[in-house]
Every structure is written in C-alpha cells, then in structure tokens.
C-alpha cells in the first residue's frame, strides 16, 4: 500500500522557518518524482515544489520567492520542505504528493500536515 505520512508542521510566527518532511512506502520512492501541494481552506491546491527523482533537479512557482526549497533523501525515502520567510498566506495543509502535475489528483496525496502562520 502507497504511503506518504507528513510531518512537521505547526504555528510559526510570520518570518520564522518550518522544516515538514515526508516518509514515503508502499512504492519504489528513489524512481519517483515527488511534490508538495498545499491547500487552504475553501482554496483550490496550490502547487509547491518538485523534485525529479535523483533530486538533483527541483522545480518552483515563481510564487514561491525562492522562500522554500525541496529536497530528498533516497536512502530513506523521505522528501524534505524547508520553508523559510514564512508568511500568513503560507497558511494551509500542506501534502507531499507522488509525481509533478499533481493539483488536481488527489489520490496522489498524503493525508497533509498543517502550516499555520500568525501573530
């Protein structure tokens, strides 16, 4: 069985840094692309990263402002998010998910860890 468990997250103050992680099982992690998506409440999915599976390559959204980077670490099959800068607009549920186009599926997600950003 797929298994992807998120950890990690947590209340930051706007500025501070989280660091969410995902153990992956059930398939082969080291051959697979791998993203984060998050979602706010009453939002659609929002595409976070990727990471091709060697992990030499990541991928971002403008959006992102260069204030989180993925990586991974294929020995362990765990997937990595280190978010820096945070902001209250990064609030969400945050999900690692298998593949890179991944928004609308769903069925590809993990069950979320929550980032919330506040004063």
């Known amino acids: 069985e797929v298994r992807l468990v998120e950890s990690g997250g947590g209340t930051v103050q706007p500025g501070g840094s989280l660091r969410l992680s995902c153990a992956a099982s059930g398939f082969t992690f080291s051959t697979t692309e791998m993203s984060w998506v998050r979602q706010a409440p009453g939002q659609v999915p929002e595409w976070v990263a990727g990471?091709?599976?060697?992990?030499?390559?990541?991928y971002y959204p403008d959006s992102m402002e260069g204030r989180f980077t993925i990586s991974r670490d294929n020995a362990r099959s765990m997937l990595y998010l280190q978010m820096d800068r945070l902001k209250p607009e990064d609030t969400a549920t945050y999900y690692c998910?298998?593949?890179?186009?991944?928004?609308?599926?769903?069925?590809?997600w993990g069950q979320g860890t929550q980032v919330t950003v506040s004063s």
């Open positions: 998910s298998r593949g890179i186009v991944v928004v609308g599926r769903r069925d590809l």
């Open positions: 990471i091709n599976a060697g992990g030499e390559s990541p």
